[in-house]
C-alpha cells in the first residue's frame, strides 16, 4: 500500500455503492498451499479446518476448485453494536463518541461497518479499473459476494505530485455494472479506506482488521500485491495472516498483455516492477501515447473521458468547444481523434475530437446533435473513445 498508484483526487461528482444483499452462505474446501508462490509449501495438501488457499491463473474456470471436500462453518454473529460515521450521512448514526469515528475503517459504509459482512474482498489499486482488476473480482464473485476495497488520499498522504484518475470518480459505478456479465450477473460494490488510517498497520494488523472490524469471509487479490507499512507484506504472508484470522485467501495469477506494443521495436516498459502485465501505469502509458485501441484493450472497453461544462465553453450548432479545467479523469494524447461518441445522459451522437494544450474540441457528425440547449452549464459530458 506504501507504494501503491496516487488516489484519485476529489471531484465534483461522488460515487456511492448501494447496499449489498445478503451474501449466501460459502463453505471452505480443505486445500492446501500451491508451491508456485514463494514461502508456500511443495504441492497440495489437505489440511484438516484450513481455509482456502489458491493461486489462481487469469481465465480458467473455477469449477475444479469445488473437487475438494468441504467444512461447514457457523456464520459470525460477535456485531459490534456501536454506531460510527459515514461520510455519507446514513440516519440513525452517532457522532458522539470521537474514538469510533476516528477509528472506522471505512468512509463509505453504513453503521458498523457491516457493508461488507461475509464478502470476499478484493484487493488493490483500483485506479484503471482496467481487465486485471476485473479479474479480482470475477474469481471473488465466484466465492461469494465480491467487493472492491480501494485506498484514497495516498497522493496526499506521501506528498506524491497529482495525477488524474483514469477512471473519474463519477463514471466507477457505470464501469463495475459493466462487469456484471463477468461476476454471476453481480455488479462488484466498491468502497473507501482513508490511506492515512492504515499507512502504520503492519501486515498482520491490516489483516486483524479486515477480519474483526469488516468481518469478511475473504480477499482475493494479485500474486504481486504488497500490503502492510512501507509495503512490506506480499501474497504469502497474506495467506499465512489469513490462515491465522481465519479468513480464505485467493491470489490470482497476473492478467499478462498480450498485444506485444512496442515504441520503435521495443516492447513497452513501464516501470521496474512491469513484467509485461496488465497495469494501470500500462494504461498510462497507452494513453499518453494516444494509442486508443490498445487502452481499449487493456481496460476491456472504450475509454472514457468525464466533462463538466463550465460558463466559458463555446457552443455553435455542431461544434462544442470547452477549457481542458474541465476534465475530470485523464485524457489521451493531445491530438486528432475520430470516430468518438459524445455522452450527454445518453448517447448523443459520433464526433471527432481535437484536444490541445489547452482546450478540447467536439466536432459533431450530425449537425442536429446540438441543438439549442442541449448542452447547458453545470452538465457533464463524456466523449468515449473509438
Known amino acids: 500500500m506504501e507504494r501503491g498508484a496516487a488516489a484519485a483526487a476529489a471531484l465534483s461528482c461522488t460515487f456511492r455503492s448501494p447496499s449489498p444483499s ?9 486445500l492446501g498451499f500451491s508451491s508456485r508462490v514463494r514461502g508456500w509449501g511443495r504441492g497440495p495438501r489437505a489440511v484438516a479446518g484450513a481455509p482456502r ?9 473455477f469449477s475444479y ?4 471436500k468441504f467444512l461447514d462453518i457457523n456464520k459470525r454473529q460477535n456485531k459490534c453494536s456501536l454506531a460510527t460515521f459515514s461520510s455519507f450521512g446514513h440516519p440513525g448514526i452517532s457522532l458522539n463518541n470521537e474514538d469510533s469515528v476516528k477509528d472506522k475503517l471505512l468512509i463509505d459504509c453504513g453503521e458498523d461497518q457491516d457493508c461488507v459482512i461475509d464478502g470476499i474482498v478484493a484487493l488493490g489499486k483500483f485506479d484503471a479499473l482496467h481487465i486485471g482488476h476485473r479479474e479480482l473480482a470475477v474469481y471473488a464473485s465466484k466465492a461469494g459476494t465480491p467487493f472492491l476495497l480501494s485506498f484514497v488520499g495516498i497522493a496526499e498522504v506521501l506528498g506524491w505530485e497529482y495525477r488524474p484518475p483514469i477512471v473519474a470518480q463519477c463514471d466507477r459505478k457505470r464501469v463495475l455494472s459493466s462487469w456484471a456479465p463477468y461476476c454471476r450477473n453481480v455488479v462488484p460494490m466498491e468502497y473507501q479506506v482513508e490511506f492515512s488510517k492504515v499507512r502504520y498497520l503492519t501486515p498482520r494488523q491490516f489483516v486483524e482488521r479486515l477480519s474483526k472490524d469488516l468481518k469478511i469471509k475473504g480477499v482475493v487479490a494479485g500474486e504481486n500485491y504488497r500490503f502492510g507499512y512501507k509495503a512490506s507484506g506480499d501474497a504469502s504472508e497474506l495467506i499465512t495472516l489469513c490462515e491465522e ?5 485467493f491470489i490470482v495469477r497476473s492478467v499478462m498483455d498480450t498485444t506485444r506494443r512496442s515504441d520503435n521495436g521495443v516492447m ?8 509485461g502485465q496488465v497495469s494501470s501505469s500500462r494504461v ?3 494513453l499518453a501515447m494516444g494509442d486508443m485501441e490498445y487502452v481499449s484493450e487493456l481496460l476491456g472497453r472504450k475509454h472514457r473521458l468525464m466533462l463538466t461544462v463550465k460558463e466559458n465553453h463555446l457552443q455553435e450548432r455542431k461544434r462544442i468547444v470547452l477549457p481542458k479545467s474541465s476534465m475530470l479523469n485523464m485524457p489521451p494524447a493531445d491530438g486528432l481523434y475520430e470516430n468518438c461518441d459524445l455522452i450527454n445522459g445518453g448517447h448523443r451522437g459520433l464526433c471527432r475530437v481535437i484536444i490541445n494544450s489547452e482546450t478540447i474540441d467536439i466536432e459533431m457528425k450530425d449537425g442536429n446533435s446540438l441543438l439549442p440547449n442541449t448542452i447547458q452549464e453545470h452538465q457533464q459530458l ?3 473513445f473509438g
Do not use: K
Not at 488457499?53 to 474456470?61: E, F, K
Not at 513497452?268 to 513484467?275: E, I, L, P, W, Y
Open 22 to 30: 445478503p451474501a449466501p452462505r460459502w463453505r471452505r474446501p480443505l
Open 53 to 61: 488457499v489458491l493461486l489462481l491463473p487469469p481465465g480458467r474456470r
Open 65 to 68: 476448485c469445488t473437487q475438494s
Open 245 to 249: 484470522f481465519g479468513l480464505s485467501a
Open 268 to 275: 513497452t516498459t513501464v516501470n521496474s516492477s512491469d513484467r
Open 284 to 286: 498510462r502509458h497507452a
Open 382 to 384: 463524456g466523449i468515449e
